[in-house]
C-alpha cells in the first residue's frame, strides 16, 4: 500500500495532486511520500521490536539527506558503501554509532574518514583489508570495529547482476575460510572483532535463501564463541524484494518471523541494510509527453511514446530489463495501444517500458513511472550532458524539493578549456 492514488480522475500523492506539483517544478522529477517511507520503515523495523536491533537504511538505494534524515529520526542507522555515503549520513543527521560500512573497495582515505567519524562497525571484506585497517588504525591510535562480510554461497533466486551471495560473486570472504580469518584477526592490535555480517542479494521474492544463510552464519558464530571470540553483531543484510509486476516477496513481517524464529536463543544484536523494501515503492518519477509516433516498415508497426525522461535519469530498465509500471497522472480509462516508452537518449537501451499495453496518450500529457524510489535517483547520471532532475518530497498538502533540478552551469563546473604553451 502506497500513497499514489486516483482522486476524482488525478493522481494524487497524499493530499497533492502530482500535476499541481509538476506545474511548479517542472518536468522530470522524482516524487516521494513520506508517509510512505515512514510506513514502509515501520513496517520494516516493528517486526523486530522485540529483540535487539538496528536497521541501517542501505544509502545507496536513495541518498538525499532529507531522506535519511527521516529514517535517522526514525530510530534508523545507515549502511554507507563510501566516503561519499558516510558524509551524507553524517549530514543527515544520523549518529556514526549507528552507521556501518561496507563494500569490497575502501581505500585507505575512506577507512581513515570511518575511523575518524567513529562509526559503529567496519564489514570487512578480505584479508588485506583487514591488514590495511589495522595499520590505519595503528597509525591513528585507534581502535576498529571489525564485521567479515562473509559469502555464505547461497543462491538467493533473483537477477544475476545483483545476487551476491554465491561463492562465483566478488563479495565477501568464503564462509569457509572466514573461521581462519576471524581468529587471526582477534590477533591484531588495532582491530576489535565485534560482528558477522553478509548481504546475498537484492529483489528476493523468497525467504528460505535468508534463513539457510543465517543458518550457516549461526554454525560460525557458535565455533567462534568455542574459540572465545564473542560475536556482538549479526548483520543479516539487506535484499528483501518488493512488487513491481507481480512478483509476491514476503511481507516483512513474515520475513521478521522467519528469521527470529532461527535466531533461537542466540545473544547478538540484530543489524539489517534494507534499501528498496523501505523505499522502492515510495517514490514515482513523473515524466512529460514529448511526442507520439508511429514507425511503419518493420515486420510490424511499432508505437512510440518518447518522454522528456531517460536512461540516464532511470537506468533500471536498461540495465537490469526492469519492469516499472507507467500510469498517466490523469486517468484515463480510454483505448489502449502497444507502445515502447522511450526517452531522448542517442542508445537503443534507452526505454522505460518495451511492448506495453497502455492508454493513448497525447503530447504533453504527464506520465508516473512507479517504484521507482530505489536504485532510480541514486543511479542517474549526467549521460547526453543532462542535468539531474530534482527531488520532491510531499507530506499531506505540502511539498518540499529536497533536491533541486541541476543548472547547466552546474553540469560544466570544475571543466576548463587548457592553456598550452607551446615550446
Ligand atoms: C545494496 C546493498 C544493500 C541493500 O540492498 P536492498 O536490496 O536494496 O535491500 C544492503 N547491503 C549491502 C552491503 C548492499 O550492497
Known amino acids: 500500500m502506497n500513497h499514489f492514488q486516483y482522486k476524482n480522475g488525478q493522481l494524487f500523492c497524499e493530499d497533492i495532486a502530482v ?9 522530470p522529477f522524482y516524487l516521494y511520500s513520506k508517509a510512505t517511507l515512514m510506513r514502509h520503515f515501520e513496517a520494516f523495523d516493528s517486526g523486530f521490536k522485540d529483540v535487539d536491533h538496528l536497521t541501517c537504511f542501505a544509502v545507496k538505494s536513495c541518498s538525499n539527506i532529507g531522506i535519511l ?34 563494500g569490497v573497495g575502501k581505500t585507505e582515505e575512506e577507512l581513515h574518514y570511518g575511523l575518524e567519524s567513529g562509526i559503529l562497525l567496519f564489514n570487512v571484506e578480505s584479508e588485506q583489508e583487514l591488514q590495511r585497517l589495522n595499520r590505519v588504525a595503528g597509525d591513528m591510535g585507534v581502535t576498529a570495529p571489525v564485521a567479515f562480510r562473509v559469502n555464505p554461497d547461497v543462491d538467493p533466486k533473483t537477477h544475476a547482476y545483483i545476487s551476491t551471495g554465491l561463492a562465483k560473486n566478488k563479495f565477501g570472504i568464503p564462509i569457509n575460510e572466514a573461521f581462519d580469518l576471524y581468529v587471526q584477526a582477534a590477533e591484531m592490535a588495532n582491530v576489535e572483532v565485534q560482528g558477522v555480517s553478509c548481504h546475498i542479494g537484492s529483489q528476493l521474492t523468497l525467504i528460505a535463501p535468508f534463513v539457510e544463510t543465517l543458518r550457516k552464519l ?51 544484536t540484530l543489524i539489517f541494510e534494507p534499501g528498496r523494501v523501505i523505499v522502492g515503492n515510495a517514490g514515482i518519477l513523473v515524466t512529460e509527453v514529448q511526442y507520439t509516433k508511429v514507425n511503419r516498415g518493420g515486420e510490424k508497426e511499432k508505437n512510440f511514446v518518447v518522454v522528456d525522461a531517460g536512461m540516464n535519469d532511470l537506468a533500471r530498465p536498461s540495465l537490469y530489463d526492469a519492469y516499472h509500471g507507467i500510469q498517466t497522472v490523469k486517468e484515463n480509462n480510454g483505448p489502449r495501444q502497444v507502445v515502447d516508452v522511450v526517452g531522448p537518449i542517442c542508445e537503443t ?52 524539493i529536497i533536491r533541486e533540478r541541476e543548472s547547466l552551469e552546474s553540469l560544466i563546473q570544475g571543466e576548463t578549456i587548457p592553456k598550452f604553451v607551446e615550446k
Open 19 to 27: 500535476s499541481d506539483i509538476a506545474k511548479e517544478v517542472g518536468t
Open 69 to 102: 534524515a527521516l529514517f535517522g529520526e526514525l530510530g534508523g542507522g545507515a549502511d554507507i558503501v563510501s566516503g561519499g555515503e558516510l558524509f551524507r549520513a553524517l549530514k543527515a543527521g544520523i549518529s556514526p554509532q549507528r552507521i556501518i560500512y561496507s
Open 218 to 268: 549461526k554454525v560460525l558464530v557458535e565455533r567462534l564463541a568455542n574459540q572465545g571470540i564473542r560475536i556482538k553483531y549479526l548483520d543479516l543484510g539487506g535484499g528483501v524484494g518488493i512488487t513491481y509486476d507481480d512478483e509476491t516477496p514476503p511481507h516483512p513481517l513474515e520475513y521478521a518471523e522467519a528469521i527470529k524464529e532461527e535466531l533461537s536463543g542466540l545473544d547478538v
Open 349 to 400: 537501451s534507452d526505454f522505460i517500458a518495451k511492448d506495453r499495453e497502455f492508454p493513448m496518450v497525447e503530447q504533453g500529457e504527464l506520465l508516473a513511472v512507479l517504484s521507482v524510489g530505489a536504485y532510480g535517483f541514486t543511479m542517474s547520471s549526467n549521460y547526453n550532458t543532462r542535468p539531474r532532475v530534482a527531488e520532491v518530497m510531499v507530506s499531506g498538502r505540502q511539498f518540499a
